[in-house]
């Protein structure tokens, strides 16, 4: 009965000296690291370029929160997609036709009907069912951009096994009628980053339920404290905001009990997050992106921002290695 307990004993040890071991390999001791990845369009290039210096410095990512081009980034990152992956992704597309609905194959068409839809040049300019349509005005509905991300998702390398988990995903976006952010982290991923980068205007909102998701760059830019609240001890920013509002003054402040989108303008409220936001990550990583703005996606531009990314990430190589270091003690 004795050497029953004795051997009993033994396992339990040997059992918890394992789990122990697991334990550490597994990371579980070190602080949880969450990545922010805020909007920018075309901007987003550079971010790629700053996600390979990160795996080059082996830095882990347990919780990923991202808006606009940074939700789509992100959400794609978090289904197991690499820096290398997501490069050839942007270098490859023919941007304007994936964001606009551009019809390639009309292209040397001036007009054309089709299954009721009005093509001018190959663009979408009219369909018969706008005329019913109440999501909201949008020039563009993003039909091939959400179909185009649904089909990324779906052979993803998480889907197809080749990653064995998803990270932790949230991304951010703006019920345009209640006037609020929203944080989207359940449901379809594909709906979730169309939803994100709807900027007002351009593109249809997406209706969830009662809410009216546009850009969540309209609320919450550079989402650290979505991160936080997801689980993250350490947060690393990426931020590519080229132009500070540390004393911004909105010029609209007289329309402030106009209420909609009006009361918007009049307080920004996303410029005061930001503000908070941007000075509460661990490491704050800001490219100097120049003149490139949000519409720059032709090839030469994105070559430009990718490279861009990738020399602001190189500078900062060694301290996310000290960081790391620093904070796994």
């Not at 080059?56 to 992100?74: E, F, H, N, Q």
């Not at 300019?125 to 089909?151: E, I």
């Not at 850009?215 to 080229?242: E, T």
């Amino acid at each position: 009965m004795k050497k029953c307990f004795l051997v009993f004993l033994m396992l339990i040890c040997c059992g918890l000296s394992v789990m122990a071991q697991q334990k550490n390999k597994d990371g579980k001791d070190r602080p949880k690291v969450g990545l922010v990845l805020g909007g920018g369009g075309a901007k987003g290039a550079a971010t790629i370029g700053i996600l390979k210096e990160l795996e080059r410095a082996k830095i882990p990512v347990d919780y990923i929160a991202g808006t606009s081009i940074g939700a789509i980034i992100g959400g794609l990152y978090s289904q197991g997609y690499r820096a290398d992956d997501l490069e050839k992704l942007f270098r490859s597309q023919n941007w304007l036709a994936l964001l606009a609905d551009r019809d390639t194959t009309l292209v040397g068409k001036v007009y054309k009907e089709e299954d009721g839809v009005v093509y001018l040049f190959g663009f979408p300019v009219r369909r018969k069912t706008d005329a019913n349509d109440k999501k909201g005005f949008g020039m563009l509905h993003g039909d091939h951009v959400y179909t185009f991300l649904d089909s990324l998702v779906r052979h993803s390398p998480v889907r197809r096994g080749i990653v064995k988990k998803a990270v932790p995903f949230s991304c951010v976006a703006f019920d345009i009628r209640r006037q609020q952010e929203i944080i989207l982290d359940t449901g379809s991923l594909a709906r979730n980053m169309r939803a994100s980068m709807a900027i007002p205007g351009a593109f249809k909102p997406v209706q969830l339920d009662t809410l009216m998701l546009v850009d969540g760059g309209m609320g919450n830019n550079l989402p650290v404290d979505v991160v936080r609240m997801m689980g993250a001890d350490i947060v690393i920013a990426i931020d590519l905001q080229q132009r500070k509002h540390d004393d911004y003054r909105s010029p609209f402040a007289f329309l402030k009990g106009m209420g909609g989108v009006l009361k918007w303008l009049a307080e920004r409220p996303d410029i005061k997050k930001y503000n908070i936001n941007r000075t509460q990550a661990d490491l704050y990583i800001n490219p100097d992106l120049g003149s490139y703005g949000v519409t720059n996606f032709k090839p030469k531009a994105i070559a430009a921002l990718l490279q861009i990314g990738k020399e602001t990430g190189a500078v900062h190589r060694k301290q996310l290695e000290t960081f790391m270091k620093d904070h796994s003690r």
